[in-house]
């Protein structure tokens, strides 16, 4: 049996991982890079990349589709699907090519191919006959889509978002399983495309949003264009030779039955620690089996061990990923003088049209005895009705005595962007006032959210409402 002496060993060479390479090597730790799977980020071939190379597929075919409200006839179009999906699998490609030349990029000596499981809190079994003694391990294996029990058995025939980006052909028909962010991206995208799409739920959420004014908005919105079974009982998926037959119950007591060309499961991923073997790392674990840390040092208790990305189960999201991964490999080279870091505002974004956001603190986690909320509408809002986009609604969350922003959730035309201001703006800690004096150009999208704004200060009681038929800026704001 070989061994191997390292001050860092990261398991897992995803964005997470290789954050934490990079912060480790800056601090001149000796540092092993370890990963039994292909190179290449989740986010580069199953997850952001690929998801909105298909969602600008669907945009277009839209914008076709929506043409006629302006007064342009399009008489004819045509939808390729082979050229469609292999435009996304050709560009996916290219940017998995990027990821996966920096990671070769990387000094072999410090690059292991292997499965690592733990012998102990400083060690490692990679493979059958290596064995890796680390001052310090950094977890940061990712996460892998999640089967609920009552598709267990089709698991092996039922596609998830790893495998749909290979499909050659758009199917004629699919049934999604889960319409949470990434159900809601590739089925409403799948469906603009002019697949035959029905989404499936035992729940009503759709999405990621928390506020059930802004939930109520969306399943009235995407029901308006989508299949929506929303809290479905008795659901019975077998496969049959002309793909899968679905068989449930509606919400109002009818049962129904279809059949699909495809399935896809979009029910939540879960983070890769079974193959780990942490019972021998010596950590605590969650009821969940995910080990205890402190979030602002990525230290699993007191241990050399940290962890990061997908694989502690907070946001599956990028930039948190790559935070994490920065955190938990400095943190890993200085070992034991480990030290909290900053956070930044929670961001979430989903691509669908109308577009999701969350900001800050969400609507389940703000006291409402001490917050204001304040809203608008998009439906008449100046800018979203000249593109013919004015659907959705926006909550902003303002605290009560100095005015601070503390959260909000968003459901509208263009909202990454929107988003991006008000996330902004509370990392800055600044007041409703404060931020209505920003610049607001007219007429634009952003226009909204200074609605939204001006109805939390009226709320907090700081300005005066406006009068009716009054005109403060400009029509449509």
């Not at 999604?176 to 739920?201: C, D, K, M, N, Y």
């Not at 659901?235 to 495809?262: L, M, N, P, Y």
């Not at 974004?349 to 999701?356: G, L, S, W």
């Not at 991006?420 to 800690?429: F, G, K, R, V």
């Amino acid at each position: 049996m070989k061994t191997l002496t390292t001050d860092v060993a990261i398991i897992g060479a995803g964005t997470a991982g290789l954050t934490a390479y990079r912060a480790a090597r800056r601090r001149d730790a000796d540092t092993l890079l370890i990963e039994a799977g292909p190179y290449g980020t989740t986010c580069a071939r199953e997850g952001c990349m690929p998801s909105k190379l298909l969602i600008a597929a669907a945009d277009a075919a839209h914008h076709v589709d929506t043409a006629d409200q302006f007064g342009i006839r399009v008489d004819e179009r045509t939808i390729d699907g082979r050229a469609v999906m292999d435009r996304v699998r050709r560009e996916r490609d290219r940017f998995v090519g990027f990821v996966v030349d920096s990671t070769e990029s990387i000094d072999e000596a410090h690059r292991l191919r292997g499965h690592a499981r733990f012998l102990g809190p400083n060690l490692l079994q990679v493979g059958d006959d290596l064995q890796v003694e680390a001052r310090a391990i950094v977890i940061a294996t990712g996460s892998t889509p999640w089967i609920p029990p009552e598709l267990q058995h089709l698991k092996d025939r039922l596609m998830t978002n790893s495998e749909i980006f290979e499909m050659e052909d758009l199917p004629e028909s699919i049934a999604v399983f889960g319409p949470g962010v990434i159900g809601l991206e590739l089925g409403q995208a799948l469906h603009r495309l002019g697949v035959r799409v029905t989404f499936f739920s035992p729940f009503q959420d759709l999405g990621s949003a928390r506020d059930p004014e802004i939930q109520r908005v969306a399943r009235k919105v995407f029901g308006e264009e989508l299949d929506l079974q929303l809290n479905v009982q008795d659901i019975d998926v077998q496969e049959v030779s002309q793909g899968f037959r679905v068989r449930w119950q509606t919400e109002d007591g009818d049962h129904r039955e279809a059949t699909f060309e495809k399935a896809l499961v979009t029910a939540g991923r879960r983070p890769n620690l079974k193959h780990l073997d942490l019972e021998k790392s010596g950590l605590a674990l969650d009821d969940r089996g995910i080990p205890i840390h402190d979030t602002q040092t990525t230290q699993c208790g007191d241990s050399p061990i940290f962890i990061a990305g997908d694989a502690s189960h907070r946001h599956a999201v990028l930039h948190e990923a790559a935070d994490e991964g920065r955190f938990a490999g400095d943190n890993a080279a200085r070992f034991p003088d480990v030290r909290a870091n900053i956070r930044r505002i929670p961001l979430t974004i989903t691509f669908t049209d109308p577009q999701m956001a969350s900001v800050g603190r969400p609507y389940d986690e703000v006291d409402f005895d001490t917050h204001v909320v304040g809203e608008v509408s998009y439906d008449n809002q100046g800018r979203a009705r000249v593109m013919g986009q004015n659907k959705g609604l926006v909550r902003i969350y303002g605290c009560k005595g100095r005015g601070c922003l503390r959260g909000a959730e968003l459901f509208g035309p263009r909202v990454e962007h929107t988003a991006h201001l008000l996330a902004w703006a509370i990392q800055c800690q600044l007041t409703v006032e404060q931020t209505l004096r920003m610049p607001f150009y007219h007429p634009v999208i952003e226009e909204g959210i200074r609605t939204g704004l001006r109805d939390v200060s009226k709320n907090l009681k700081i300005q005066r409402p406006l009068q009716a038929g009054e005109l403060r800026y400009g029509p449509g704001t």
